[in-house]
């Protein structure tokens, strides 16, 4: 099993920026991606940034440009900073880890292919 706790969400105003973070604990050895979803209500969650072991990184189409995931080695730790916020980025942040096969290719990016989840936390962006 692997633990996963978010911080760092918060009320900012738009053009704005904050940093989250997701520690891991637990078999962190079996971790082979990382990734951030968010969800708003009645929406489903969705992918916004993941890592993998390998150092392949994605983002959603959203926020290029703006957001930038990093983690250390072992993905053990990993960061979100978000930039440049705007009210539409207003969601429930959560830290996702997946433990399936390490590949080259692009990281997983649909909320199923992840094993485990954080609690999530509340990012708001106020025009």
């Known amino acids: 099993q692997v633990q996963l706790v978010e911080s760092g969400g918060g009320l900012v105003q738009a053009g704005g920026s904050l940093r989250l973070s997701c520690a891991a604990s637990?078999?962190?050895?079996?971790?082979?991606?990382m990734g951030w979803f968010r969800q708003v209500p009645g929406k489903e969650r969705e992918i916004v940034a993941a890592?993998?072991?390998?150092?392949?990184?994605y983002y959603t189409d959203s926020v290029k440009g703006r957001f930038t995931i990093s983690g250390d080695n072992a993905l053990s730790t990993v960061y979100l900073q978000m930039n440049s916020l705007k009210p539409e980025d207003t969601a429930v942040y959560y830290c996702?880890?997946?433990?399936?096969?390490?590949?080259?290719?692009?990281?997983?990016?649909?909320?199923?292919?992840?094993?485990?989840w954080g609690q999530g936390t509340q990012v708001t962006v106020s025009s």
């Open positions: 996702a880890a997946d433990s399936g096969e390490v590949t080259k290719g692009r990281p997983p990016t649909g909320w199923g292919d992840y094993d485990f």
């Open positions: 637990g078999r962190t050895f079996s971790i082979s991606t």
């Open positions: 890592i993998s072991w390998s150092g392949v990184i």
